[in-house]
Nanobody, 123 residues
């Protein structure tokens, strides 16, 4: 059983930066961040697949950086040059045994989810 716990969200002005962290318990295959803005469907933001390859959504390429530390079991997402369009609930997500796949994005898949952390960008 995998458990994911996010931290680090908050409110920031456009152009600012935030750092999200996800504490992971259990072994995972792919891991990543998925966000959902009000009234919109959830979308993949960044992930590390089972081969260690990293994927980014086009909208965040060059602004966000995902990093996975299997030694400390922490997944981070550095967000920079934030825009209003980055506002939303950010979920840490992972694929592992014991749960059905709920979402497939790029080369990653996810069946476990954290509770989410809110990111709000204002002008």
């Amino acid at each position: 059983q995998v458990q994911l716990r996010e931290s680090g969200g908050g409110s920031v002005q456009a152009g600012g930066s935030l750092r999200l962290s996800c504490a992971v318990s259990g072994y995972t295959y792919s891991m990543g961040w998925v966000r959902q803005a009000p009234g919109k469907e959830r979308e993949g933001v960044a992930c590390v697949d089972n081969n260690g390859d990293v994927n980014y959504a086009d909208s965040v390429m060059g602004r966000f950086t995902i990093a996975q530390d299997r030694g400390t079991n922490v997944l981070t997402l550095e967000l920079s040059n934030l825009t209003l369009a980055d506002t939303g609930m950010y979920y840490c997500a992972a694929e592992s045994d014991g749960a059905d796949t709920e979402m497939v994005w790029d080369t990653c898949s996810f069946g476990y989810w954290g509770q989410g952390t809110q990111v709000t960008v204002s002008s």
